[in-house]
């Protein structure tokens, strides 16, 4: 199966952010070809799209997400922090089985198909089922192991990380745990020993709020990021979520270590967490991605909000409206979050990459007039823009006739009526 | 003309945030039944639409904005402040002629009507224009004045206040002036004898930066609010736009002299302003909204975004997640916002209320589950689940067969091409 996707406007991320007329030519699940228009295309393919001067980019990659999460959104907002954790969050999860985070998970990616976004990285409970939720949507996801002192384990992870790499071209498990608060030190370094058995990265939660951070010095004498790599963790790198409160030298332990920020804007914004300073770790090389997080602390899993915040908290943290530039965000979401997320056949459109691909609807007032497609997109870029969404070769989410179409396996409102009855049943 | 509305969720919004199932009956400009369903109405109406159990609510009211800024969207982003506005802005602004003005307005309107705003208060160069954009796409428009030392005057404000108000019944105007920093005390004096003369209140951008407020004191020894009270310009109350930095003393001055705050979180975001103590203000019983400000210096027009950032900007101010709840967020976008602009008939959906009503689509993913439709429009919500919005009345855009329509006395791609040829004269 080979389309066309001709008369286009291109963002290809390959090098800086500019934009070029031309045509791109998927075969099966990778691109075969983006650049200028040329005529020969236009006979050899399957199927041909007029993009009508729209903007084909690579998706979105949303590098922190727990999708199964749908089920809490706004079920206890404008709480404080530990009381919505511990009264609202904790005692409905430890309801959950893996067939309603199958679908709780389905839910979710309706949701990222409609707003461009074409990979996340996952941590939740029963990873199995997060997998196969994914698989059967056609969403590419990497997890990683969510494992603390409560649930799953090490002798899990590892098993996991056997029986979930390989099994699908979509899906991939990278080893994690949740946060140093959440483990004894005994199974950080049990979590550390498997990194090195593998000479594998690691992912986790990590200085997401001050409390936290000053509480880990407190026992260890150390910050999170400084404890966790002197214990090994970050032996092949990794990434740390969130990266709220992070020191001079953290930031020199995380550029040795190639360990990689996932900032949250939203999530930290609405939780009231703090802002990270991505402005220092840009500038000292740290590579930098941009999540969501779940849908009960953001709510919503739309990128488009993600990256007005991490440019627009910088700007208002350095009290300077030059800071962050919508070119940098724009890496954040789409080429340096495909290398944190290992997908490096996704950072961007050319030959040889694998076809994960949006288009940005320029015709809508928002998008108008287009002196600067990329500021367009990081400043008055909004979901409903997305005229479609290609993961792996296929269109999974599309308005190219004008109405809405999703291809992912089932009607939405059959997982509409799925989730509600698991929210029926849940908070009986 | 009789429009029924059923099988429709309400959030009337004339009491608290609850939402109810029902029916609204719009007669020509006005509602005529907004409560529990009745099965009378399915006969009389003229028409009847099938809502799917979807949300009706009055549309969103955007409290300060300069419309026709539109041709400078991402014309130049990411500059400090100062070089923005003289190097960017004033230059380009002085080539507008009131047809660009009536035209670019029109684009803006475009984009107010697929977001779900149904009315807006203006500040910009040529009001005559504003008008007649507004009238004739049929957008909803309080303008006030906006004279400086620069550009219009006093004798234009009176003849505006007499020639634009009872015109038209979707426009209308009232006194203002652009800022402290831009008017000699001379003008603030004539601004202010108008205002006694016709008992009306007056509307100004006020304490929108750390360095104009400071300036104003170095200047009069007093506080940009403090000063203008103190000169009689808010004898009878009006509004601050931005309202920033303001002290305890100034909302002292505000609550006494009837004095609204009007905040616009994403500029104030974007060109790094700062955030404004909206927490206080409604503590205090000072009527706050919310508005978009101009698309250049936003650059999208999305109450949605507006709404996330006014409540998320608190919670980070105050490292307090549970400050400034969703329901708070909700009254100021709607019916403060409608009070505000001096819009008592388009507070709420009740009988005798203009017909100024969106539909929200609950069946998008984003909007799923239905826990509480007030939180996911707050925190979830985006443009992208407007399904509908009437302007007294009329259907100014609707996507309710799965389409998008505007009905603006135009197509949307004629606005654009115009939009662009404007630009073509005014950046050649």
């Given at each position: 199966m080979k389309t066309r996707f001709y008369n286009a406007r291109i963002l290809s991320m390959a090098g800086d952010c500019s934009v070029i007329s031309g045509e791109v030519v998927v075969e099966d699940e990778k691109i075969v070809y983006a650049g200028p228009s040329r005529e020969e295309d236009g006979e050899a393919a399957d199927r041909s799209v007029d993009c009508k001067g729209n903007l084909l980019m690579p998706g979105f990659k949303n590098a922190h997400t727990h999708s199964a999460m749908t089920f809490l959104r706004s079920h206890a907002d404008d709480l404080p922090l530990q009381q919505w954790l511990t009264q609202q969050v904790f005692p409905y999860e430890a309801k959950l089985t893996p067939e309603d985070i199958y679908d709780l998970t389905r839910l979710a990616v309706l949701e990222y198909v409609s707003g461009g976004i074409t990979s996340i990285m996952e941590m939740y409970l029963t990873p199995e089922s997060v997998a196969a939720a994914c698989r059967d949507t056609g969403m590419r996801c990497v997890q990683v192991g969510g494992v603390n002192n409560f649930s799953q384990s090490t002798a899990l992870l590892e098993r996991w990380f056997h029986e979930l790499n390989g099994a699908d071209p979509l899906t991939s498990f990278r080893l994690g745990f949740h946060a140093e608060y959440t483990c004894t030190p005994e199974l950080i370094g049990e979590i550390a020993a498997l990194a090195q058995k593998y000479h594998a990265p690691v992912y986790t939660h990590c200085s997401e709020t001050q409390s936290e951070t000053q509480e880990c010095i407190g026992r260890y004498g150390m910050t999170p990021t400084a404890y966790l790599a002197s214990r090994g963790i970050f032996a092949y790198g990794g990434a740390g979520y969130h990266m709220v409160y992070t020191t001079a030298d953290d930031r020199r332990i995380m550029k040795e270590n190639g360990i990689a920020a996932v900032t949250c804007p939203g999530s930290n914004t609405k939780l009231a967490s703090g802002i990270a300073p991505l402005t220092e770790y840009v500038a000292e090389g740290i590579p930098t991605a941009i999540g969501t997080d779940g849908p009960a602390s953001n709510n919503c899993l739309d990128m488009f909000r993600e990256m007005f915040l991490a440019t627009g908290l910088q700007k208002l943290r350095l009290s300077d409206?030059?800071?962050?530039?919508a070119a940098e965000v724009l890496r954040m979401a789409v080429s340096t979050g495909a290398q944190v997320m290992g997908l490096e056949d996704c950072t961007c459109l050319a030959a040889g990459k694998l076809a994960d691909i949006i288009m940005i609807d320029l015709h809508q007032p928002n998008m108008q007039p287009l002196h600067a497609i990329p500021e367009n997109i990081v400043y008055s870029g909004s979901k409903s823009d997305i005229l479609m969404t290609m993961i792996h070769g296929k269109i999974l989410f599309d308005r190219l006739d004008g109405r809405e179409h999703y291809s992912v396996g089932e009607d939405p409102e059959e997982i509409y009526a799925r989730c509600r009855r698991i929210c029926e049943r849940i908070f009986a």
């Open positions: 409206a030059s800071a962050f530039p």
